[in-house]
């Protein structure tokens, strides 16, 4: 081949190089996509940390779970960390909605019991929100009870949201069935009162 004939193909070439090639996938389009989690459709599962008097949290993402891998996760919180193991058939199991409970590691002389699709023995408790001239609901589910812990709640509705916090003390009247009474944030230049129970 002649520097003529050279120059032309590579003409051809650089011009097909320009060119943008999009590729998309066959399949539904009708999944939402967990934000920062990798465009997966599959849901996060939140793990329930229990034990050590402290709270901790933990996710398995949804990305986690279509990689159906073993998998280490890190629980957060309370100043210092621990981890737990999955299996890739764990993982699997999580993702089928089945309760897997496992042991972290130990950590400042302590570990924590780390239940993943819980069956709560408490029921949910909604919460009566007054004041503010407008309706927001909130809930304390039953896993929320049963692991015992401090808690932040979210209220919503309205088109705006407020928290409320309530101590692990509170948590275990309302699932005593006793009447605990707090105020929300104030968001929107008002708060409001919440009662449980």
Same mark, same amino acid.
């Given at each position: 081949m002649d520097r003529r004939e050279f120059m032309a193909k590579a003409g051809i070439l650089a011009t097909w190089a320009s060119i943008p090639i999009t590729i998309s996938a066959c399949g539904s389009d009708d999944k939402t996509t967990n934000p %920062?989690? @990798?465009g997966s459709t599959t849901d996060n599962v939140p793990g +329930? +940390?229990? @034990? @050590? %008097?402290? &709270?901790?949290s933990v996710t398995l993402t949804g990305a986690q779970i279509d990689a159906d891998q073993a998998v280490t996760l890190t629980l957060t919180g309370s100043g210092h960390t621990h981890t737990v193991a999955l299996t890739a058939q764990e993982v699997g199991d999580i993702g089928d909605g089945m309760q897997v409970v496992k042991t972290? &590691?130990?950590d400042e002389g302590h570990n924590h019991t780390v239940t993943f699709n819980p069956t709560p023995a408490a029921h949910d408790v909604d919460g009566s929100v007054t004041g503010g001239g407008h309706p927001h609901s909130v809930t304390l589910t039953g896993v929320q009870i049963d692991a015992g812990g401090a808690v932040v709640l979210t209220?919503? %509705?309205s088109g705006h949201t407020h928290t409320c916090s309530l101590t692990a003390d509170q +948590? @275990?009247?309302i699932g005593a069935g006793q009447t605990v009474e707090t105020r929300s944030s104030v968001d929107s230049g008002h708060d409001h009162g +919440?009662?449980?129970n």
């Open positions: %920062g989690d @990798g +329930v +940390v229990t @034990g @050590g %008097g402290h &709270s901790h972290s &590691s130990t209220l919503t %509705g +948590v @275990g009247m +919440v009662a449980f």
